[in-house]
């Protein structure tokens, strides 16, 4: 089973506001990744990074921000909210080689009203 | 670019009946990773099976088996004695080098196991 954890699992909040979506990895994966997914639909990467200060943007492009200052920790913030962002944010790691299996978290549900 | 398909939006059958999903890649690469993900309804993103694109072996893990074919770019699942717990979405997802080694994903197959 993967170590990879998200908080809020479960999130509403009003527009405007700024959130901080956390994940933590206990593997040492030097990879991780925050995918956005809409209800029923596919994922799509809106970030990623290859090690501490390494951030990158995926292919859907996102208002949020991310940093990676340890190498366990992931997080990706919001600074003003809006009803658009309600989504699935998935948070997953892997190790560096080609091809490595990519493991999720369990998911932060945000809400925007 | 590369690209998953899985043409199979949603599919019912009646619990105890074999399920097959279908997964189509399409890649400029020779060397890439293709995998399956399951996605229950509580929303976490769990990994069944990665197949890299030299190992053309099919396998079998209890219920579950995989069919790769290079010939036709397919990378099939098949879930034999469907139970209920088998209800989720499936994803099949492929990683190459000219993707930058991330996941594309596929839009999923919406699986239901009627009892």
């Known amino acids: 089973e993967a170590d990879i954890y998200q908080t809020p699992r479960y999130l509403v909040i009003g527009t405007g506001k700024k959130i901080t979506l956390e994940c933590s990895q206990t593997?040492?994966?030097?990879?991780m990744y925050w995918y956005q997914q809409d209800p029923g639909m596919e994922l799509h990467l809106i970030h990623y990074?290859?090690?501490?200060?390494?951030?990158e943007k995926g292919d859907l492009s996102s208002e949020s921000t991310v940093s990676r200052i340890r190498t366990e920790h992931f997080p990706l913030t919001l600074e003003s909210a809006r009803p658009s962002h309600t989504s699935q944010y998935l948070c997953?790691?892997?190790?560096?080689?080609?091809?490595?299996?990519?493991?999720f978290g369990e998911g932060s549900w945000l809400t925007v009203v | 670019a590369q690209k998953v398909t899985q043409a199979q939006t949603e599919i019912s059958v009646v619990e105890k009946e074999d399920v097959t999903l279908d997964c189509v890649y399409e890649?400029?690469?020779?060397?890439?990773?293709l995998f399956w993900y399951k996605q229950p309804p509580s929303g976490e993103l769990v990994f069944l099976i990665r197949?890299?694109?030299?190992?053309?072996q099919n396998e079998i893990s209890g219920r579950y088996s995989w069919n790769f074919q290079k010939s036709t770019s397919s990378f099939n699942f098949t879930i034999t004695a469907s139970q209920v717990v088998d209800s989720a979405v499936y994803f099949c997802?492929?990683?190459?080098?000219?993707?930058?080694?991330?996941?594309?994903f596929g839009t999923g197959t919406r699986l239901t196991i009627i009892p």
């Open positions: 997802a492929l990683s190459d080098y000219f993707g930058n080694e991330k996941l594309t």
């Open positions: 990074s290859y090690g501490v200060n390494s951030t």
């Open positions: 890649t400029r690469d020779t060397t890439y990773y």
């Open positions: 593997m040492g994966h030097d990879k």
């Open positions: 197949r890299n694109s030299f190992d053309e």
């Open positions: 997953a790691s892997s190790e560096l080689g080609q091809g490595d299996t990519i493991y």
